[in-house]
């Protein structure tokens, strides 16, 4: 509305060790020897009634953002987001139903109770956990996240870079192209303020996917398009065999991924916590990352509202 060279990138957090620590439950036994309970089985037994019940956890998600998410040949949801769901489905013990949802829908959606959950490379970010607009007023209940993956924000260009781009600032009286409420949205915003006090403004171009942004710099229309990693790296490494987009400079603004999870619902948000930290263990979690190229993202622990 998604996917890591930094060590900044890796989430800790005190609290994520004390949640390990409780899936490993002990009991007296015969001879007094302590046995350790089946952690999944602890956590199927935490997951809440609606979604048990149910035996479905619906997800929605933005099948549009490679590799994070996407359509793959059978037309079936495929990419990070979608194994790492599936992955937390068998944990769980539920079926996990994608619910195809355009990025700027899922968060009203979700309040909405149209899913369970949104998982589609969502920053987790203050804004969207209280509630807020671009101008700062409370304009929905706001949402709880469960981090799991961090991803930066890097410039696209195209191939052999033109233009000279490097950093932000270089976008000053150019032309920038992104998909429209994402991470991406608000570091363009605060751009425009910046290139305007050098009296070169920037122009920014907001589409409703990001394929269209990146349309649009492989046209010549946008000087640069703004992703989150692992999507301007994939962009490079598959469009054209390589030939027609590079990444340029640094990252910047660093965040974590997380999955969604309305404010009333603390039973599934911190059920999910305890499932992705399972997942982080079983070795799992490394296997997925390593198939999708995006390793360098990976997160030590699930962290709530871990964002910026």
Same mark, same amino acid.
């Given at each position: ?13 005190? #609290? ?30 935490? %997951? ?8 479905? %956890? ?108 490097? $950093? ?19 570091? #363009? $915003? ?12 920037? $122009? ?16 010549? /229309? ?12 994939? #962009? #490079?490494? $598959? ?28 039973? %599934? ?25 995006? /390793? ?13």
């Amino acid at each position: 509305m998604p996917h890591l060279r930094h060590a900044r990138r890796r989430v800790v957090a005190a #609290a994520a060790l004390a949640a390990a620590g409780s899936l490993l439950l002990t009991g007296c036994g015969g001879g007094g020897q302590a046995a350790a309970s089946d952690p999944v089985k602890d956590i199927r037994g935490r %997951l809440p009634k609606a979604q048990r019940s149910a035996g479905v %956890l619906r997800i929605g998600m933005d099948v549009n953002y490679a590799p994070v998410e996407f359509r793959g040949p059978d037309g079936k949801p495929a990419g990070l987001d979608p194994d790492l769901a599936a992955a937390l489905g068998r944990i769980l013990d539920v079926r996990v139903e994608f619910v195809d949802t355009p990025f700027d829908k899922l968060v009203p959606n979700l309040q909405g109770k149209q899913f369970d959950v949104a998982m589609s490379a969502l920053s987790d970010v203050r804004q969207r956990r209280e509630g807020l607009d671009a101008d700062g007023k409370q304009v929905d209940p706001g949402v709880d996240f469960v981090d799991y993956f961090i991803a930066g924000t890097s410039i696209v260009v195209p191939k052999g870079n033109p233009k000279g781009i490097r $950093t932000l600032d270089d976008l000053c009286g150019r032309t920038v192209a992104f998909q429209q409420g994402t991470t991406q949205d608000g570091i #363009a $915003t605060r751009q425009v303020a910046v290139c305007a006090r050098t009296g070169r403004p920037l $122009t920014v171009h907001r589409f409703d996917t990001d394929a269209k942004a990146l349309a649009e710099v492989s046209a010549g /229309s946008a000087a640069a398009g703004l992703d989150d990693f692992p999507v301007a790296a994939y #962009a #490079a490494k $598959t469009m054209d065999g390589g030939g027609r987009f590079e990444v340029t400079g640094a990252q910047s603004t660093s965040n974590p991924y997380g999955i969604a999870v309305r404010k009333e619902d603390t039973e %599934l948000r911190d059920t999910l916590s305890k499932a992705v930290d399972q997942l982080i263990r079983s070795g799992e979690y490394d296997k997925i990352l390593g198939k999708w190229n995006v /390793s360098a993202g990976a997160a030590q622990n699930a962290v709530v509202n871990g964002g910026i």
